[in-house]
């Protein structure tokens, strides 16, 4: 199985400043027939589903606001909100769909300082 | 608007069955893959499985592989998860969730059904 690794696990950030989270997998999720990294981001805020927010690594998802973005290629990743807002504390998930089973990292919360 | 609504969750002994259900709507059903992905209290997301359009490709978490089964109606639109000889590390929030296409990123989640096994 690919082993998705997050760092950090935990990142407090204050408001109006860059959050910066990032994954790890323990083999390559790019496809070279199509260039394409099998990996993607979510947002779980408490007692919600998670939601997707970057997919093919760097894809924004349909309305999500653009201070998301999502970077990397092969093993490592980055996901980076560009200014913090209060909306954004969550706890974050990386995955990857290079194949299966399709392994998530184990989160980063992120709060504000 | 996609929805999905899981129904089936509840408290069950340890090596007892379940069976979770996922009504779909907004969206042409048959079209997609979908998955169950599972995040036990407090914990990460784990994915549990999936199933292709017309039912004849699954896979499995090897968790999970030999107990739990899925399948779907694509006339209902319904999904499932069948899961028998629970245990007690089956205990979890499932979420019904769909496949965004060409690839498996996941686009959109129900609210989940927590299951708990204990005795």
């Known amino acids: 199985d690919i082993v998705m690794t997050q760092s950090p696990d935990s990142l407090a950030v204050s408001l109006g400043e860059r959050a910066t989270i990032n994954c790890k997998s323990s083999?390559?999720?790019?496809?070279?027939?199509?260039?394409?990294?099998?990996l993607a981001w979510y947002q779980q805020k408490p007692g919600q589903p998670p939601k997707l927010i970057i997919y093919?690594?760097?894809a924004r998802e349909s309305g999500v606001p653009d201070r998301f973005s999502g970077s990397g290629s092969g093993t490592d990743f980055t996901l980076t909100i560009s200014s913090l807002q209060a909306d954004d504390v969550a706890v974050y998930h990386c995955?990857?769909?290079?194949?299966?089973?399709?392994?998530f990292g184990q989160g980063t919360k992120l709060e504000i300082k | 608007e996609v929805q999905l609504v899981e129904s089936g969750g509840g408290l069950v002994q340890p090596g007892g069955s379940l069976r979770l259900s996922c009504a779909a709507s907004?969206?042409?059903?048959?079209?997609?893959?979908m998955h169950w992905v599972r995040q036990a209290p407090g914990k990460g997301l784990v994915w549990v499985s999936h199933?292709?359009?017309?039912?004849?490709?699954?896979t499995y978490a090897d968790s999970v592989e030999g107990r739990f089964t899925i399948s779907r109606d694509n006339a209902r639109n319904a999904l499932y998860l069948q899961m028998d000889s629970l245990r007690g590390e089956d205990t979890a929030v499932y979420y019904c969730?769909?496949?965004?296409?060409?690839?498996?990123?996941?686009?959109?989640w129900g609210q989940g059904a927590l299951i708990s096994v204990s005795s």
């Open positions: 199933i292709n359009t017309d039912g004849k490709i699954t």
């Open positions: 093919w690594a760097s």
């Open positions: 907004g969206f042409t059903f048959g079209d997609y893959w």
């Open positions: 995955q990857q769909y290079f194949t299966v089973p399709h392994t």
């Open positions: 969730v769909r496949d965004g296409g060409l690839g498996g990123h996941l686009d959109y």
């Open positions: 083999q390559s999720l790019l496809y070279n027939s199509n260039n394409k990294n099998y």
